[in-house]
């Protein structure tokens, strides 16, 4: 069964560095997907993707955030200047469609730790 | 304020027994809700979408209920077993194209022999 893929599983990085979190959607899907969870709380939407371009960003994706498709599978999270507060976990979707009820199916996260 | 509140925040059961989960939201617009079932350290995986429709969705040994009027839903599960053992998020779409989802904290089940 089709799934989507996340790389790493576990990224440690220091205050400030840069961290890229890599995805893999499943492949005939169109839409992508960012979300994160932070330890003991609940998961939190970041970023939609469409066609290229963001669909729709909640707060929490400042300017320190950005996604970018890069070739054709791959869907990725940049993190520039990385705080203490942005160790989590970061979960990708992606979806056949949107409008209905089209199911998001997930990545199995990458932890990101940052000390 | 767009909110998503389970009940009870955890659930011992022993197996084979049925248990029931809630949800309430105040999210709107409303497009769809979802059930997931999370297990640690994993991707939620979802068990059931419903729109603002339908009053019952069912998967299996799970099945959910929505009461779109009082903004309600249920998830019962039947005939538990170890394997359920899980986190169950009820998860309700900001807007009609239902790309931003909005997360409930979940209810943690832990099912005992």
């Known amino acids: 069964e089709p799934e989507v893929t996340q790389t790493p599983s576990h990224q440690v990085t220091q205050m400030g560095q840069e961290v890229i979190l890599r995805c893999v959607p499943i492949?005939?899907?169109?839409?992508f997907y960012w979300y994160r969870q932070i330890l003991g709380q609940k998961v939190e939407f970041l970023v939609s993707f469409y066609n290229n371009e963001i669909s729709e960003k909640s707060e929490i994706f400042d300017d320190q955030f950005s996604v970018e498709r890069p070739d054709g599978s791959n869907f990725t999270l940049k993190i520039r200047s990385t705080k203490l507060e942005d160790s989590a976990m970061y979960f990708c979707a992606s979806s056949e469609g949107v409008l209905g009820a089209y199911e998001q199916y997930f990545g199995p996260g990458t932890r990101l730790t940052v000390t | 304020k767009n909110q998503v509140e389970q009940s009870p925040q955890s659930l011992i059961i022993l197996e084979g027994k049925n248990c029931t989960l809630q949800?309430?939201?105040?999210?709107?617009?409303?497009?769809?809700l979802r059930w997931y079932k999370q297990d640690t350290g994993r991707g939620p995986v979802s068990l059931t979408i419903?729109?603002?429709?339908?009053n019952t969705k069912s998967n299996g040994r799970y099945t959910a209920t929505l009461d779109a009027d009082t903004k309600q839903s249920s998830l019962h599960i039947t005939a538990s077993q170890l394997s359920d053992s899980a986190s169950y998020i009820c998860?309700?779409?900001?807007?009609?194209?239902?790309?931003?989802?909005?997360f409930g904290k979940g209810t943690t089940l832990s099912v005992s022999s």
């Open positions: 998860v309700v779409s900001l807007n009609q194209a239902g790309t931003a989802l909005i």
């Open positions: 492949s005939n899907h169109l839409y």
């Open positions: 419903m729109t603002f429709s339908e």
């Open positions: 949800c309430n939201y105040t999210v709107s617009p409303f497009s769809n």
